[in-house]
């Protein structure tokens, strides 16, 4: 069967059922997924050296033949030393490996074996040159020829899939493959000097014997740059593309700003607006008012009072006759908006709905028939707000919180749905202004710093792990004062279940330390009506302790909870443990946050969390974290998931999103679409936009 770029991982060469499951959790379905599973390194072995010509402290590669081995264990219990003589043309050479028991099942005699490590002086022996846990490949006979005398690409393992069968298959799958269509228009390639794209992604899988080896361990290879390039040059050219459709758009609404607005907004606003609250409001409003359909993000630092905005909109266009949806990505946050907004308008005329996974089927079929009919009214949800039998009689604005939970695949597809509503995209991941202008490049940018007056600083403090019990104490006095608290405990995607245990056992175990206290337990597994009922339970103040797992970090609001501890503070980037700060410290008294340091944390943790000490700016902690931890690096839904791209690097490579953003959407303003590539592409776009539009 003829290979293409769509077809699935399960027909290329070396992958039956059991690995085609593990690429597709690593979430590699296709072909091309795989071919932009790149290296993350390379080796030399363009040159190998002969062991008599070996040079002490240097770094060299040897090929060679197993000659013997042996084990030695060492009177200090468990010591394990294996090593491994080498013998290449008579001459030998030493490799010891310290602590690798397995070793000994890896290297037998007679086997061809590939050495690369530095060169040590071996003094108490006839053979003369040793390494010291060199890194080492043995080599079947039918791959020598790919293994040797080049440069060697370096995989991640994926779960049990080892970096050298990835190679393998890979290597066999670039020869297997027959042409790659080109993504980039000829004009673009030839004025950037970039390759053709099946050259490029051959050449990173397996270079050729001239590339610089330190072009390719920094990813700045031309063959690189091309592919980074094309990837930001296609999401930038998806938004500039959209964004001209959506200004051409004439959005077919005339609202007016009554009084009657007015007064309701005065009647249920507890507080005086901040003053950025009342520009970004003003923004809006301004949106709203225009014939063109709103674009726009609002980013605001946690407990900056986001929500108020969202409220205060949403009242405007159901005053103007109007459907309201307001989007959050979890259950939990969906239902404290439902509950909270419920409230504030109870003895107002507003149509408030819930629509969520776990609506029962009932009640979902007769939201869904009062959505048809079109009645002015706010739909307070998760996702389950978009699936596609759920159709709006009148929609016309879209709010959807916390957004930096979706991927940029998914972005792009939200913000395609609704082709004459306003869009109001909020977040409290704030990044930085330049950063924003290009990932954001589609959406205008309204920005809140500032938190509303009275608030008490968060005092924050780094707490070590033998500490933990002085803390404990510390917590019981303030549970007895009647303040009430969270302990957080991180959460790793791969493993759900064992960190549900994690945390279970940890609850028992809390439990019987604050025996005197009501606890909860609450985390991703819980239904919702389960975790409503928790957090409701704790706004009550009946639960006074709260263990969660991560799941509170996004939105919870509740302004009696005074202090918040992370366990294991080490295995969450800045961003996020900021948003987890941001749960406490909403109320009028003083509230501390605690981030817990196991023992073995390493120095780098500890200088991530004491900058997060020392200030309670989140644009600034967004600028560290994403210097020091790349958005690359968040594992899971972590803070910087929205940013991940499938080569780029947006930090290291911002100067290439820069360029990748100015072409795009000179591309569009020239309507410049007569390259086959970019006709390809374009039609591609407006597939996807009809997939997920809704009227
Ligand atoms: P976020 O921006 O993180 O989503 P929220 O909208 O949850 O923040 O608001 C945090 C808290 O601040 C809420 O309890 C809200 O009622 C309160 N709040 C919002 N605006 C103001 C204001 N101008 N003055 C006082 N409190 C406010
Ligand atoms: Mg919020």
Redesign the pocket.
């Given at each position: 069967m003829r290979l293409k770029l769509s077809s699935s991982v399960k027909y290329i060469k070396g992958i039956g059922p059991k690995r085609e499951r593990i690429f597709k959790k690593a979430g590699i379905n296709t072909v091309e997924d795989l071919l932009y599973y790149f290296p993350f390194r390379y080796e030399d072995r363009r040159k190998f050296h002969k062991i008599s010509e070996l040079v002490e402290n240097e770094k060299s590669a040897i090929v060679g033949e197993v000659f013997s081995k042996n084990r030695i264990i060492t009177p200090r219990r468990g010591f394990h030393i294996f090593q491994v003589v080498v013998s290449q043309n008579g001459e030998k050479l030493l490799c010891v490996w310290f602590n690798q028991p397995y070793l000994e099942n890896v290297f037998w005699r007679g086997k061809k074996v590939v050495l690369f490590g530095t060169v040590k002086k071996n003094p108490s022996s006839s053979v003369k040159w040793k390494m010291e846990n060199p890194e080492y490949e043995i080599i079947d006979l039918e791959e020598s020829s790919f293994l040797m005398g080049r440069i060697i690409p370096v995989y991640e393992r994926i779960y049990n899939i080892s970096g050298k069968a990835i190679r393998k298959i890979i290597y066999n799958l670039i020869n297997d493959i027959k042409d790659v269509y080109e993504n980039l228009p000829e004009s673009i390639r030839k004025k950037y000097n970039f390759p053709d794209r099946f050259i490029s992604l051959k050449q990173i899988h397996s270079p050729s014997t001239d590339c610089s080896i330190e072009e390719l361990n920094n990813f700045s290879s031309v063959h690189h740059r091309r592919v980074i390039f094309e990837e930001l040059f296609l999401f930038e050219l998806g938004l500039a593309y959209f964004r001209e459709k959506t200004s051409q758009f004439n959005k077919g609404r005339m609202y007016t700003f009554t009084e009657k607005i007015e007064s309701v907004w005065k009647k249920i606003?507890?507080?005086?607006?901040?003053e950025d609250?009342r520009k970004c409001l003003d923004e809006i409003k301004k949106d709203l008012l225009d014939s063109q359909p709103m674009r726009r993000l609002l980013q605001?630092?946690?407990?900056?009072?986001?929500?108020?905005?969202?409220l205060l909109t949403s009242i405007f266009v159901m005053e103007n006759g109007y459907q309201v949806a307001f989007m959050a990505p979890t259950e939990i946050l969906a239902g404290q908006h439902f509950l909270?907004i419920k409230e504030i308008l109870k003895d107002l005329p507003y149509r408030v709905l819930f629509l969520t996974g776990s609506t029962s089927r009932k009640e979902r079929e007769k939201i869904l028939k009062d959505l048809k009919e079109g009645r002015p009214s706010l739909v307070i949800g998760t996702h389950a707000l978009f699936q596609k039998d759920v159709v709006y009689g009148n929609l016309g604005y879209v709010i959807i919180?916390?957004q930096h939970r979706f991927g940029v695949a998914q972005r792009t597809t939200l913000y395609l749905k609704g082709k004459k509503t306003d869009l109001l995209v909020?977040t409290?991941t704030p990044i930085p202004r330049s950063l924003a202008l290009t990932i954001y490049s589609d959406l205008d940018l309204s920005t809140?710093r500032e938190?509303?007056?009275?608030?008490i600083p968060i005092k924050s403090h780094i707490i070590h792990e033998k500490n933990i019990d002085k803390l404990y104490s510390w917590i019981k006095e303030e549970l007895r004062n009647g303040n009430q608290g969270y302990i957080v405990f991180p959460l790793i995607e791969e493993s759900e279940k064992l960190d549900l245990k994690a945390a279970e056992i940890e609850y028992e175990n809390l439990s019987m330390l604050f025996k005197d206290f009501k606890l909860g337990l609450i985390h991703g597994r819980l239904t919702t009506r389960e975790r409503e009922r928790i957090m409701r339970n704790f706004e009550k103040g009946e639960i006074n302790l709260l263990v969660s797992t991560s799941i509170i970090e996004v939105?919870i609001?509740i302004?009696n909870a005074t202090f918040l501890v992370v366990e294991n503070a080490d295995r969450f980037g800045l961003a996020q443990l900021h948003q987890l700060r941001?749960r406490i410290g909403?109320?009028d008294k003083e509230s501390h946050c605690f981030f817990v340091l196991p023992k073995k944390a390493g120095q780098e943790a500890k200088r991530r969390i004491e900058a997060l000490i020392k200030t309670n700016d989140g644009f600034k902690i967004a600028e560290e974290d994403l210097i020091l931890r790349g958005p690359g690096q968040a594992f899971g839904t972590a803070q910087w998931g929205h940013l991940n791209f499938r080569v780029a690097d947006v930090v290291k490579d911002s100067g290439v999103l820069e360029i990748a953003k100015e072409e795009a959407f000179r591309v569009i303003k020239e309507k410049d679409f007569s390259s086959p590539e970019l006709k390809r592409y374009i039609e591609e776009l407006d597939r996807r936009e009809k997939e997920v539009s809704f009227s």
């Open positions: 606003l507890p507080f005086e607006l901040t609250q605001g630092e946690v407990g900056s009072g986001k929500t108020a905005i969202a909270r919180d916390e909020m409290a809140m938190l509303p007056r009275g608030r939105g609001d302004s941001g909403r109320g």
